[in-house]
């Protein structure tokens, strides 16, 4: 068990108590998840999506339920099956011409790995099931997989055992790349997971049991799974099964099915984003990061909010009120009739702006310390917001070791987003071709200039924009069909690298939803700037992205006449 209470590995690795001890309960995920709604679960890697699944998924609804198993509540099973693995996304089809053979055997592949699952989960729950219903289970299952299954071991066993040698055969067989021709052994979700789960429906313990099928890291499934799973989203009986199917937005979602048709929203799923637009520490993920944090320091006994164990640096706080002051009495001396309502938020939009413009460019870069400045950097993912409070609260007991850490210093946590900050800045200079396969070395480039263009004009936008200075995210305008063969690729892979961030809100235009974009905030410290930003967002052209990832530069937010002819103020 970890002792840091700020560990952001991936929910997969986590003990089940943990998971259970940090996870922020939402009614609403609860109500969608075991309903018997198809339910789609978006959001960036990091964002909570495998937590989610795993949470409500049967082994750790047994454990959350402080009651004999044979009471507990089995009207609602969730069947967790991770797409990251090679069970589930065999790439066998990309060695075979064959379209039909390539899609029998991706299935095939697939439904092995769900079945696998769900033989597991109900393993855990074996002692509910009467002897009478396991040997008519027994029987009944003779049918759907051809051969007796023996009686010395628990059936659910038996099951996985059997699974486990077909895969093992099916492996053999087309490693040899013989007949291909006929694939009459390949199973498939009607011939296999259907009839399993109506077998399991027919005894006494799970007669009314509604099963989940959770999907996680569907975007790793291949093309011909990724089509077979958008058709049984689209089966319209879900008396018995439904899916929560969690999918990383990094991929936009095709919604074809294997037979030519389209699944539709709020007909065949319902969407579920679990990230929400993201402006300040009071919008909601501002609330759920302070639950987080909450939670997880109340689980090792420390009393302190999270605002007080991540302290705010009181040399900035002050520094920031004089110019908060400053900016209001100027304001009220230019107008003297003004609201309070007028004055506040003119000071919103302009007096940290002025406190990162009066500083000198000798002077030491701000303390970024305090909660508020910590949910910010995250651009309102999860993982971004623990990752930079485990390395701070690893750096505190390392500095008093074998004492409680009470609270992290401002010195700390400055330090520790200044690391950060600069190894994301690394990342990309060094080129993203590094770690991803899916990137060239001419697109890693691009990238870098882009990023550069991008903080160099938020940063001239900081210095020199006269009504909305903080401004730290964008919309892209002029669009053309050969713009967008060239820039969505390149953000494409930016957002797969989570160094940008594409959200989607109201335009200016009769309410239209429309894209925005908005880079890693953790880019902002080791350039001075601040993550702070505020509502609202640049709208810039195409063409002037397409310039800047060549040259790596925009032209100055103060050049106004170039500027209007790239920018949409």
Same mark, same amino acid.
């Given at each position: 068990?970890?002792?840091?209470?700020?560990?952001?590995?991936?929910?997969?690795?986590?003990?089940?108590?943990?998971?259970?001890?940090?996870?922020?309960?939402?009614?609403?995920?609860?109500?969608?998840?075991?309903?018997?709604?198809?339910?789609?679960?978006?959001?960036?890697?990091?964002?909570?999506?495998?937590?989610?699944?795993?949470?409500?998924?049967?082994?750790?609804?047994?454990?959350?339920?402080?009651?004999?198993?044979?009471?507990?509540?089995?009207?609602?099973?969730?069947?967790?099956?991770?797409?990251?693995?090679?069970?589930?996304?065999?790439?066998?089809?990309?060695?075979?011409?064959?379209?039909?053979?390539?899609?029998?055997?991706?299935?095939?592949?697939?439904?092995?790995?769900?079945?696998?699952?769900?033989?597991?989960?109900?393993?855990?729950?074996?002692?509910? %099931?009467?002897?009478?219903?396991?040997?008519?289970?027994?029987?009944?299952?003779?049918?759907?997989?051809?051969?007796?299954?023996?009686?010395?071991?628990?059936?659910?066993?038996?099951?996985?055992?059997?699974?486990?040698?077909?895969?093992?055969?099916?492996?053999?067989? %087309?490693?040899?790349?013989?007949?291909?021709?006929?694939?009459?052994?390949?199973?498939?979700?009607?011939?296999?997971?259907?009839?399993?789960?109506?077998?399991?429906?027919?005894?006494?313990?799970?007669?009314?049991?509604?099963?989940?099928?959770?999907?996680?890291?569907?975007?790793?499934?291949?093309?011909?799974?990724?089509?077979?799973?958008?058709?049984?989203?689209?089966?319209?009986?879900?008396?018995?099964?439904?899916?929560?199917?969690?999918?990383?937005?990094?991929?936009?979602?095709?919604?074809?099915?294997?037979?030519?048709?389209?699944?539709?929203?709020?007909?065949?799923?319902?969407?579920?984003?679990?990230?929400?637009?993201?402006?300040?520490?009071?919008?909601?993920?501002?609330?759920?990061?302070?639950?987080?944090?909450?939670?997880?320091?109340?689980?090792?006994?420390?009393?302190?909010?999270?605002?007080? %164990?991540?302290?705010?640096?009181?040399?900035?706080?002050?520094?920031?009120?004089?110019?908060?002051?400053?900016?209001?009495?100027?304001?009220?001396?230019?107008?003297?009739?003004?609201?309070?309502?007028?004055?506040?938020?003119?000071?919103?939009?302009?007096?940290?702006?002025?406190?990162?413009?009066?500083?000198?460019?000798?002077?030491?870069?701000?303390?970024?310390?305090?909660?508020?400045?910590?949910?910010?950097?995250?651009?309102?993912?999860?993982?971004?917001?623990?990752?930079?409070?485990?390395?701070?609260?690893?750096?505190?007991?390392?500095?008093?070791?074998?004492?409680?850490?009470?609270?992290?210093?401002?010195?700390?946590?400055?330090?520790?987003?200044?690391?950060?900050?600069?190894?994301?800045?690394?990342?990309?200079?060094?080129?993203?071709?590094?770690?991803?396969?899916?990137?060239?070395?001419?697109?890693?480039?691009?990238?870098?200039?882009?990023?550069?263009?991008?903080?160099?004009?938020?940063?001239?936008?900081?210095?020199?924009?006269?009504?909305?200075?903080?401004?730290?995210?964008?919309?892209?305008?002029?669009?053309?069909?050969?713009?967008?063969?060239?820039?969505?690729?390149?953000?494409?892979?930016?957002?797969?690298?989570?160094?940008?961030?594409?959200?989607?809100?109201?335009?200016?235009?009769?309410?239209?939803?429309?894209?925005?974009?908005?880079?890693?905030?953790?880019?902002?410290?080791?350039?001075?700037?601040?993550?702070?930003?505020?509502?609202?967002?640049?709208?810039?052209?195409?063409?002037?992205?397409?310039?800047?990832?060549?040259?790596?530069?925009?032209?100055?937010?103060?050049?106004?006449?170039?500027?209007?002819?790239?920018?949409?103020?």
């Amino acid at each position: 068990m970890t002792d840091n209470p700020f560990d952001f590995d991936g929910a997969k690795n986590l003990p089940d108590r943990l998971l259970i001890d940090w996870f922020i309960d939402d009614h609403n995920y609860s109500r969608f998840l075991k309903s018997s709604r198809n339910v789609l679960l978006l959001g960036h890697r990091g964002c909570g999506k495998s937590m989610t699944l795993l949470y409500y998924s049967l082994p750790l609804e047994i454990k959350k339920q402080d009651t004999p198993l044979i009471e507990k509540d089995l009207s609602h099973v969730g069947v967790y099956v991770s797409c990251s693995t090679p069970l589930a996304r065999r790439v066998d089809h990309d060695f075979f011409e064959d379209e039909k053979f390539s899609r029998a055997i991706s299935e095939h592949y697939f439904v092995l790995s769900i079945a696998v699952a769900i033989a597991e989960h109900c393993e855990q729950i074996v002692e509910v %099931f009467d002897p009478l219903s396991l040997e008519e289970l027994r029987d009944e299952l003779f049918y759907v997989f051809d051969d007796e299954l023996p009686s010395d071991f628990s059936i659910f066993k038996c099951i996985k055992r059997a699974l486990k040698k077909e895969l093992r055969k099916t492996q053999e067989q %087309f490693l040899s790349f013989e007949n291909r021709s006929d694939f009459t052994f390949a199973r498939t979700f009607y011939t296999l997971i259907v009839p399993f789960l109506g077998a399991l429906r027919t005894t006494s313990a799970l007669r009314e049991t509604h099963f989940s099928l959770m999907i996680d890291d569907a975007q790793d499934l291949n093309d011909d799974q990724r089509l077979m799973l958008n058709s049984w989203l689209s089966y319209r009986d879900h008396s018995v099964f439904s899916f929560k199917v969690a999918l990383a937005t990094v991929v936009d979602f095709d919604r074809k099915t294997s037979t030519g048709g389209s699944i539709i929203e709020g007909h065949d799923y319902i969407a579920i984003n679990l990230e929400q637009p993201f402006q300040n520490e009071n919008s909601q993920f501002g609330m759920l990061a302070r639950s987080i944090i909450e939670k997880r320091l109340k689980n090792i006994g420390v009393n302190a909010t999270p605002d007080e %164990f991540f302290e705010e640096s009181p040399e900035f706080k002050a520094e920031l009120e004089i110019c908060w002051q400053e900016v209001v009495d100027n304001y009220i001396a230019a107008n003297p009739g003004a609201e309070r309502k007028q004055v506040n938020d003119y000071a919103y939009k302009q007096a940290r702006a002025l406190y990162f413009r009066k500083r000198s460019p000798k002077a030491n870069r701000p303390i970024y310390s305090g909660l508020d400045t910590l949910i910010h950097l995250s651009s309102g993912v999860v993982r971004n917001l623990l990752l930079p409070c485990y390395w701070m609260y690893d750096d505190a007991v390392s500095k008093c070791p074998g004492e409680p850490v009470r609270k992290i210093s401002p010195a700390i946590q400055a330090d520790v987003i200044m690391r950060e900050s600069e190894k994301l800045w690394s990342r990309v200079r060094d080129g993203l071709d590094r770690e991803r396969e899916d990137c060239t070395k001419e697109q890693a480039k691009l990238i870098f200039n882009l990023v550069s263009a991008l903080g160099d004009y938020f940063r001239d936008r900081l210095f020199n924009h006269v009504s909305e200075p903080r401004i730290i995210t964008f919309t892209i305008s002029e669009r053309t069909p050969e713009a967008d063969n060239q820039l969505m690729p390149i953000l494409g892979l930016m957002r797969k690298a989570q160094v940008m961030y594409r959200r989607s809100g109201p335009s200016k235009d009769a309410g239209r939803q429309e894209d925005y974009y908005t880079l890693n905030r953790l880019f902002w410290p080791a350039r001075g700037l601040d993550p702070h930003g505020q509502h609202g967002r640049a709208s810039i052209k195409a063409s002037a992205l397409l310039g800047s990832m060549l040259t790596g530069k925009f032209p100055s937010v103060a050049e106004s006449d170039t500027q209007r002819g790239l920018f949409d103020e």
